[in-house]
Every structure is written in structure tokens, then in C-alpha cells.
């Protein structure tokens, strides 16, 4: 009977815990469809992994750029991660979807609602986004600058380096870090170049004024011999 007891107590626990958000950080498990995107392109793949953890710990501008750039309603991306308990990543991915389709971000929510058992890569696919099309790698470059206004750094992949070719090998970094300045393993061209000319002049001046004493001796001597 103590068993029975506490083991419902036990159960009971959970259940408010569950309800009220007890825990720490949210996992694949937390989410209502689990975490597996399977776009079909691992660098995709990862970098939607990573906005699980920025959106999950910095929701306000995660929100707030799915609704200023990918043109989602606030109310509805706010239910995706509340409510129905979406991961970041799927939020993002369909929002960006539907961007390049010009369709609402709701309609590929609702696809993906209804098909999140195939994976993204099919989904985008139904919905006429085919690997390695020109629209997919469009989704892959609004990546970057998503993460550019977030101040999150990104590393780029082959492809994508073409798009961005002055950031094509840089580790990831949080936008603004300075670079290391590059080591100087000589003096500056102008400043030698400057001391050539100093030391060139002084010693044309030095030179003149010599020759010039010479020859001025050189005259007095033979007009004092006239």
C-alpha cells in the first residue's frame, strides 16, 4: 500500500514538472516532434542544431527575426516554441521556407505538422525546394546573415564560401571580435625608404659644403698670391 502510494506521489511530481517547466535546458526530447531534421545536407543540419541552443536561450531576437525578415507572425512563431513545443530549428527552417516560396510561414508549418515523419529534405522537396537547386541554396545563404544580426558566429562550407569569399576559411566567431593584427616581420617600405632619403641628403649636404670650402680656400689662396 506505501509502495502504491508513493509511486503515485512520485508520478505526480513528474507531471507538475512537466507542467510547469521545471528542468534545465531543453533537449530532443522536449519537443513535440523530437529533433531530426534530415535536410539532406549536413551543414544544414548543423547549423540548425546550433539555433536550437541560440533560440532556446535567447528567444526575443530569435522571435524577432523570424518576424522582421522572414515576415512570420509573432503570435504564431511564439505558439510554435511555447505551446506546441517546436525546436528552434524546425521554427526557423519553415519560416525560411516559406520565405523562398513566398508562401505564409503557417501553410509550411502546417506541411511540416502533417509530414514531419519524412524529414525536412523531403518536405522541401514536395514542396518544390530539390537538393541542390538553386532555391535550396538560397536557404543555405540566409543562414549567414541571420547569424551576422544575432552577432553569432558561423563557419562556412565549400559552397557557401564562394557567396562570402573574404570569410571562406575563418573559424566561427561572434561578430565584431577583432582579428589578430597580422605580425610585421619587417619595417614599414616608407619608413625605410624615408631614411634613405635623410641619410642621402645629409651626406650630399655634407659633401657640398666640403667641396664648397675647398674650392673658396682653393680661390683666396691664388688671389692673395696675385
Not at 541552443?53 to 509573432?74: H, I
Not at 516560396?101 to 514536395?126: F, K, M, S, T
Request: charged share 25%.
Amino acid at each position: 500500500m506505501a509502495m502504491t502510494w508513493r509511486a503515485r506521489m512520485g508520478a505526480l511530481l513528474v507531471a507538475a514538472a512537466a507542467t510547469l517547466g521545471w528542468g534545465t535546458t531543453a533537449s530532443a526530447q522536449d519537443y513535440t516532434f523530437g529533433w531530426n531534421p534530415r535536410t539532406g545536407d549536413v551543414w544544414v543540419d548543423t547549423w540548425l542544431s546550433d539555433m536550437n541552443r541560440y533560440g532556446a536561450r535567447y528567444r526575443d531576437p530569435f522571435v524577432d527575426e523570424m518576424v522582421r525578415y522572414y515576415g512570420a507572425p509573432r503570435d504564431l512563431v511564439n505558439d510554435l516554441l511555447g505551446e506546441r513545443r517546436w525546436a528552434p530549428g524546425d521554427v526557423y527552417f519553415a519560416c525560411a521556407i516559406a520565405s523562398v516560396l513566398g508562401r505564409p510561414c503557417r501553410y509550411v508549418a502546417d506541411v511540416w505538422e502533417r509530414d514531419h515523419a519524412q524529414g525536412w529534405g523531403a518536405v522541401a522537396q514536395g514542396l518544390g525546394i530539390k537538393p541542390g537547386s538553386p532555391e535550396f541554396h538560397r536557404l543555405k545563404k540566409g543562414f549567414v546573415p541571420s547569424y551576422d544580426r544575432w552577432g553569432r558566429g558561423i563557419t562556412l562550407d565549400n559552397e557557401l564560401s564562394r557567396d562570402f569569399p573574404g570569410r571562406a576559411k575563418e573559424p566561427a566567431r561572434p561578430k565584431g571580435q577583432a582579428t589578430a593584427p597580422a605580425k610585421k616581420h619587417a619595417a614599414p617600405a616608407g619608413q625605410s625608404n624615408g631614411q634613405g632619403k635623410g641619410n642621402g641628403h645629409d651626406s650630399g649636404k655634407a659633401k657640398g659644403q666640403g667641396q664648397g670650402q675647398d674650392s673658396g680656400k682653393a680661390k683666396g689662396q691664388d688671389k692673395g698670391k696675385g
